[in-house]
């Protein structure tokens, strides 16, 4: 007799435990039809990954619960493995833990806890669960069951394993037929790669078949890509699901442990980062309940790339996007900017800010009297077109699209409340050299976005004849030396002896850390790197370290 | 033979480490002076409390370890106790330790790890540290110190412990002499009370005296109170330092032991959040190098009870108040407005926005055609005030002062890039009620807040004739659910039985849960009360619960 087991990638809403639960429901439903035994879903699949301080609620709780006996209910003649959490019996350390529940014949038949609890980068479980210290395989129609959650399978095959216990360890001495993982694994252009090498080093070292189960789909900022995996026991990949994608899949366990297929995909990073802030755009309008987006056109490449990508996602016909000049914008920025637009087929609107910017120069008159035009003029330009935004989205229910790149807000490259404005930072993540391969992908069949505005030296237009350049270093300098300090995490020496020059280091690192306070005011970022700004990277804003 | 003991309660700068370790030496020269055997510092003295993830920074940790040596190279003739991180040995696990030093001699004697992490609210240990998880006393001048860091002495008197181990009841074991704990343990304004409740039945167990020296001063939003303690064996208070003050002060062992003295402060609600918050500026302001502040005054009590904070932490001259009436202020709000900055003798200034106001909606016709007045137009006023502010700004230097209130924080009720505009939330954890209650202690021996302002109707005046309980409930009643949602974290079935209307607690929790995007772009919250909207409250952006 062999089992065949279904794994479902599914996007989940947290906190719609409505939704989520029929979801699943309907998922068990097609698993029977198709003859399945065990249907797999992925970590906290009736709440939503991650539910954060929703956690901390005996409501939210209560409705994980019931959201478990409902699926157990519809757990006849097939078996259901799903993650959620589950109160911890003991009155001393945390009340919860994060489990994964085995249910078949109407009941919960049994439940494992995860032990290793990420807290580091975007993950905080240490903060809601106490980590598993028993260990012991679920059993299911004759098969003994290694259950495991997420990051219980990441101290193998890692160079600084951050946990002093090995859950897969300690299960071995029950000799488990197979494991099953339920993840939520985030996304990163390069993080697909290294969860196939952790994954493989433990199917190796336990010689069993796995099944891992992650979540896709994209919770605010934070994307999870699916791509879940079965391997054969010899370490092979049998199977690798879809990128961004809902998708079940099923597989004869007597196949699997024979082997034989290996189908694993693409791993592109410009891509791979194309999909993920497609998706993420998608998400958060659409579980939001919103579908309409206002981006400023500026003639630039990042609103330019901003624009394409949320039009892929919400359809050319909810974005609306404004071109709003000064007398310091050039004349091929507006036309630039048309021809994206109507390339594109989107609504654009043309607002002159001359008048605007004039009348508030004159009500600061007094108060100014006759200081010479500083960064504070250029900041009313930026300024006058986030609230011309602002204005757009609350008459018409627009949400705002933040047009930041990386690199400019690492170094306070933008204008608080001005071009840092919006709902939802789309290409904050993109390191602005990274945003003209995005672009160039974009052209990459035709000219979608204007070539000149990706050739022309990048400017903000906010004084006459201005240039990144003036104040910034090269993005082909500055760009790999922010790259070591954010997401290497390398001090300033490490940098210095890769080459770089040692003033030049010092200023960058300042000005990241000197504009902490602008990050912390700006919209949630699309996370499509393994370190990006918001909740995955915590500085103090009033320090003075490197600054 | 009896030890004196120096507990040192300074205020520390986050990645300061040369004003750190200058402080400390300098306190050291002191205390030998007053020739004290020992000296305690607080918990991650060199560095400051919390460096969050500089600790990721071998950078970090060398100028940490380098300020340790420094300190040591000092300790002769006297014993040093420090807190700072240290690296651990070994491979597995988190890389750090949360160490406090014994410096004798001129070398470092021996350290202690931390053992029980906080991981909830604003803490993240756990993301750093890897918990100790042996004990030994540090032996000192033929004494045996018991030494502990903060919150391994916070498993006895809580009603739900979060830690499965007992620093205290390991290190008994070997008899030690007192018990010596460094802390970092946050302000709020009812946790001095539950602080020497836990301190308390420490000592009452272990029937050992306690010298328990703690952090004072602002760290962005986090307060240290200081109040640092030392206990007699019986379970007294010997004495309490001040709050919100740098401070040392010596003890006898002898006469510690033999207690008899008592000596606690009041622990008023609304006097001590009032010299928090001025802490909370003054360092803000101070260890970011700036002076001036900005804030625009409304006419109404929360930007009144703003501004005077501000002049109290940073002086009347260093103060500049801008009045923006539109053509729906009333007469009065300018009057009143005037009338206070007289009161503290702070700069004001006035410019009607009517002009501006008028030409936005002039750009924005085209667009808006004849739509009628919403929030929209509402919004561009806040908004024009808000660009103002930053104008002032940006061309003189001034942080602008946020002025919104818990309440409406909570609910929404504010303009992003608006009145929700600023550099630091000044009042952002007061409920309203408690502003009016600052209000009247701030008018206790003189009208500094004119009368008018205070008792008048709350409005936005944004429109015409507009009050605050047009859309929302009366502040008695929205501040009590409030605080049970937030504070409690009670769900709506456990606020509806304390007696509120169903509909409206389900309305309230809707509007906090659905605004929560507001709340993640506005400025760093000065904390009073046990739960802050900032980084001690974690929840999604995206999610649909009670929402």
């Known amino acids: 007799m062999s089992l065949t087991i279904c794994v479902a990638q599914l996007n989940f809403h947290i906190g719609n435990f409505e939704l989520n639960t029929q979801k699943m429901l309907k998922a068990i439903q097609e698993a029977k039809t198709h003859g399945a035994d065990l249907i797999c879903f992925s970590e906290l699949a009736t709440c939503g990954y991650p539910p954060r301080d929703f956690l901390e609620f005996d409501d939210f709780i209560d409705k994980c619960n019931q959201s478990v006996h409902k699926l157990a209910e519809a757990a006849w003649g097939i078996g259901v493995i799903v993650g959620s959490p589950s109160v911890n019996p003991v009155i001393e350390g945390k009340d919860l833990f994060n489990s994964a529940f085995l249910l078949y014949d109407g009941k919960i038949q049994a439940h494992a806890n995860k032990a290793l609890l990420p807290t580091y980068d975007i993950f905080d479980e240490y903060r809601y669960f106490e980590p598993a210290t028993s260990f012991n395989v679920v059993k299911f129609k004759g098969y003994k069951i290694a259950l495991t959650i997420c990051e219980d399978l990441w101290n193998l095959g890692n160079e600084n394993p951050l946990y002093t216990i090995c859950p897969m360890d300690e299960l071995m001495d029950q ?10 694994s985030p996304f990163a252009y390069d993080h697909a790669h290294s969860r196939i090498r952790v994954l493989k080093e433990n199917v190796k070292r336990y010689q069993l078949p796995l099944f891992y189960v992650n979540h896709s789909g994209a919770q605010t900022e934070i994307l999870f890509d699916g791509g879940s995996l079965v391997f054969s026991p010899t370490g092979m990949v049998y199977d690798e699901l879809p990128y961004f994608e809902e998708c079940m899949k099923y597989y004869d366990l007597k196949h699997v442990m024979q082997g034989g297929i290996s189908n694993v995909q693409h791993k592109e990073k410009i891509p791979l980062i194309y999909r993920g802030i497609v998706q993420g755009i998608k998400d958060y309008f659409g579980k939001l309940e919103f579908t309409k987006a206002a981006v400023g056109l500026s003639g630039g490449i990042d609103s330019a790339v901003t624009t394409v990508l949320a039009a892929e996602a919400l359809g050319a016909d909810n974005i609306h996007v404004l071109l709003m000049p000064s007398h310091f914008s050039s004349d091929h920025s507006v036309d630039d900017s048309i021809q994206l637009a109507q390339h594109l087929g989107i609504k654009y609107d043309i607002i002159n800010i001359a008048q605007l910017y004039h009348e508030y120069l004159e009500v600061l008159k007094p108060l100014f009297g006759d200081l010479p035009f500083d960064v504070t003029e250029e900041n009313i330009q930026a300024r006058i077109r986030g609230m011309l935004l602002m ?49 160039n992908y974009i052209n990459r069949d035709q000219e979608i976005i204007p070539q000149n505005i990706i050739t022309k030296p990048p400017s903000a237009e906010l004084r006459h004849d201005q240039k990144d350049s003036d104040s910034l270093p090269p993005y082909e300098v500055l760009d790999p030396i922010l790259y070591q300090y954010i997401e290497k995490q390398q001090g300033p020496r490490e940098i210095i002896s890769q080459g770089f020059e040692e003033e030049l280091v010092l200023r960058i690192l300042r000005l990241v850390n000197i504009n902490e306070f602008k990050r912390y005011q700006t919209a949630p970022v699309i996370r499509v790197s393994s370190k990006s700004f918001g909740m995955g990277r915590r500085v103090p804003i009033v320090a003075k370290y490197l600054s």
């Open 175 to 184: 000799h488990p037929d197979f494991m099953v993982n339920v993840s939520a």
């Open 391 to 439: 204005a757009l989205s609350n008459k018409f229910g627009h949400i705002v699209l933040n047009t930041s790149n990386k690199s400019e807000m690492a170094v306070g490259y933008g204008t608080l409340y001005g071009d840092m404005c919006g709902g939802l930072s789309v290409i904050g993540d993109v390191y602005k050299m990274e945003v003209f391969e995005v672009a």
